[in-house]
């Protein structure tokens, strides 16, 4: 088992619409959790990033983590052909050297004009 | 300020041959970690260096190494390429490598 899965879609919206772009984990130590935008040919961007479960808001991204559940979420509001991106899910773990990374291989999302 | 600058941005090498690729973190991070990425498998971790030591380092054989400069400045090699080492090759950054990193634009490497 996959320690981060991730839809990969493709996911096809309207422009507007509202988008829910999700991942689940194993690991119970993970503490940090974020989301990355990555457009064609660039590395991927880091959107946001939580520490705790609850809710994170920033503009139109919304992030949700639940740690009871292993799940985390991103929502996009009134979505742009300018989000058309693959969204990235990323966890960390605090090892005795330092923090490791655990990326979902990614969800294409393409919102239409 | 500069982001994370990897050169080169596209590299076609031969099987057998080996590769060196480049990193240059944005000023004053500390903590360099080196991902491949590839359609099928996604993100992987390769390493991560900070302060010049090796501090974690993923699952891949030993054809991959890395280091990393006084000035942060970070270099990975892979010897003996495969044609299944042609990947998307990702440098981040950041200042102590608890939180999100920043990434470079990568380097594509493609072994014929």
């Known amino acids: 088992q996959k320690e981060v899965e991730q839809d990969p879609g493709p996911l096809s919206v309207p422009e507007g619409a509202i988008v829910s772009l999700n991942c689940t984990y194993s690991?119970?130590?993970?503490?940090?959790f974020m989301w990355y935008r990555q457009y064609s040919r660039k590395g991927p961007e880091l959107l946001m990033y939580t520490y705790s479960s609850g809710n994170k808001e920033d503009g139109r991204f919304t992030a949700q983590v639940d740690k009871s559940s292993k799940y985390i979420s991103l929502f996009i509001r009134d979505s742009q052909p300018s989000d058309s991106a693959t969204y990235l899910c990323a966890m960390s773990a605090s090892t005795n050297t330092g923090n490791q990374f655990y990326f979902g291989t990614g969800t294409s999302l393409t919102v239409i004009p | 300020k500069a982001g994370v600058t990897q050169t080169p941005r596209y590299l076609i090498k031969t099987r057998g041959q080996q590769v060196t690729l480049s990193c240059s973190p944005i000023?004053?991070?500390?903590?360099v970690s080196w991902y491949q990425q590839t359609p099928g498998q996604g993100l992987q971790f390769l390493f991560e260096y900070f302060s010049e030591t090796q501090r974690n380092k993923g699952n891949f054989p030993g054809r991959f190494s890395g280091r990393q400069f006084s000035n942060s400045r970070s270099e990975m090699n892979v010897s003996t390429l495969e044609l299944g080492d042609s990947a998307l090759y990702l440098c981040?950054?950041?200042?102590?490598?608890?939180?999100?990193?920043?990434f470079g634009s990568g380097t594509r490497l493609t072994v014929v």
């Open positions: 690991n119970s130590a993970f503490q940090y």
């Open positions: 000023s004053g991070h500390r903590s």
């Open positions: 981040a950054s950041s200042w102590t490598g608890e939180t999100g990193y920043t």
